[in-house]
Each structure stands twice: as structure tokens, then as C-alpha cells.
Antibody, heavy 121, light 108 residues
Framework: QVQLQESGPGPVKSSETLSLTCSVSGGTFGSDYWIWVRQAPGKGLEYIGHIYYTGSTHYSPSLQSRVTISVDTSKNQFSLTLTSVTPADTATYYC???????????????WGPGTTVSVSS | QSALTQPASVSGSPGQSITISCTGTSNDFGSWHLVSWYQQHPGEGPKLIIYEGSKRPSGVSTRFSGSRSDNTASLTISGLQAEDEAHYYCCSYARRWLFGGGTQLTVL
């Protein structure tokens, strides 16, 4: 059974770059989308972007100028980089999976526990 | 691209049924209408409860059901229980994912 685990640096200062990694265990990357979602304190879920195992990516229009998602299939990991962060980027960041061939078609069926990122000014 | 529109809050008494709507444009939902719904309890991560608009994942109660009509998706919870009190989010896939703003369900 696939499990996801986010990891990251903890507190980040304004204008710096945020980097997070999602480790995938119990499965492989093929035929699924790998997604980053965030949730600001007391707010709703916000889609950040996703990547296919081939490296093809899509990003939220509101974040695409600052976001890069990459995948390292040899390490069973995918990563998020968000540049020029501000306190508005303070949130819990989740990684998730969405199957595209079998299973729960294009729905985020597996989620990591989330990692809290605080951006200080 | 704005979020899908959900009511901010709904409430119901134990045993009753409630419906949460999720409205968007045809571009938001795409041609396949791949809508999913997530339940989130305080302090926890989201949990998938409906996919492809009306299908339930294994282990999800049959009290949860989904439907669609034109550019509106709906989640109905029947036989409300105290444990259903949570936030609910709709989400659509049309080349990228788009969430609704979320609905707080209160069980009175």
C-alpha cells in the first residue's frame, strides 16, 4: 500500500526559497499523478501543482511563476520548490497521489500527513 | 481560475440528511466531470470520500453519496451522525485540480 511522507526544512524567512520532498513508499511512480496541496491556517485546500512520472508538470496559475515540481524516480521522491516566499505562504503542505489508469480515477486517494511551514518576515 | 463555490456552512440534526453543493463553470469541470469530495476533521489531513462524481472508495460509508447536474456537483450525507461533523471539500480535475472553498458541517 502506497504511503507518502513530506519532509522539509522547518521555518523559512521571507524572500527565501522553500523546498519540500515527498517520499513514496510501498509503490512506484508509474501511471499516477503526484500532487502538492497546501492549507493556510484556518483556510481551505489549495492545489499547488502536480507531476507525472515522465516529468510532465502543471501548476496553479496563481503560483506558477514561483513553483517548480520535480521527480526523482530512482529515490522514489518528488519535490516542491517555491521561491520568494512571504508570510502568505505559511501553511501545511501536503503531498498526494491521484491514479490515472486504475483505482480512484483522478482523485487524491493517498495523502501524506502534511508538514507545517512557517514563513517569518 | 477561482475556487469552486461551496456554501460556507451547513448543519443538520442526527438522523437527518444534508446536501452540499459545489458550483463552477464548464471549464472548471471539464468534459469528464471528474469530481471528488474530501472530508477533513480538525487537525487531520483530507480523506477521499467520493470520486468520479458519485463513486465511493472502499470503506467509505454508504451514507455518503455524490451526484451532478450540469455545472453543479453535490454531496449528500444521509442519517447524519456526530462523527460526520467536519469540513468537506469538492475538487474537480480538468488538466489540473481545483478545490472548492470548503463547507463546515455542524451536527446539531
Amino acid at each position: 500500500q502506497v504511503q507518502l511522507q513530506e519532509s522539509g526544512p522547518g521555518p523559512v524567512k521571507s524572500s527565501e526559497t522553500l523546498s519540500l520532498t515527498c517520499s513514496v513508499s510501498g509503490g512506484t511512480f508509474g501511471s499516477d499523478y503526484w500532487i502538492w496541496v497546501r492549507q493556510a491556517p484556518g483556510k481551505g485546500l489549495e492545489y499547488i501543482g502536480h507531476i507525472y512520472y515522465t516529468g510532465s508538470t502543471h501548476y496553479s496559475p496563481s503560483l506558477q511563476s514561483r513553483v517548480t515540481i520535480s521527480v526523482d524516480t530512482s529515490k522514489n521522491q518528488f519535490s516542491l520548490t517555491l521561491t520568494s516566499v512571504t508570510p502568505a505562504d505559511t501553511a501545511t503542505y501536503y503531498c498526494a497521489r491521484a491514479p490515472t489508469v486504475t483505482g480512484y480515477y483522478y482523485a487524491m486517494d493517498v495523502w501524506g500527513p502534511g508538514t507545517t511551514v512557517s514563513v517569518s518576515s | 481560475q477561482s475556487a469552486l463555490t461551496q456554501p460556507a456552512s451547513v448543519s443538520g440534526s442526527p438522523g437527518q440528511s444534508i446536501t452540499i453543493s459545489c458550483t463552477g463553470t464548464s471549464n472548471d469541470f471539464g468534459s469528464w466531470h471528474l469530481v471528488s469530495w474530501y472530508q477533513q476533521h480538525p487537525g487531520e489531513g483530507p480523506k477521499l470520500i467520493i470520486y468520479e462524481g458519485s463513486k465511493r472508495p472502499s470503506g467509505v460509508s454508504t451514507r455518503f453519496s455524490g451526484s451532478r447536474s450540469d455545472n453543479t456537483a453535490s454531496l449528500t450525507i444521509s442519517g447524519l451522525q456526530a462523527e460526520d461533523e467536519a469540513h468537506y471539500y469538492c475538487c474537480s480535475y480538468a488538466r489540473r485540480w481545483l478545490f472548492g472553498g470548503g463547507t463546515q458541517l455542524t451536527v446539531l
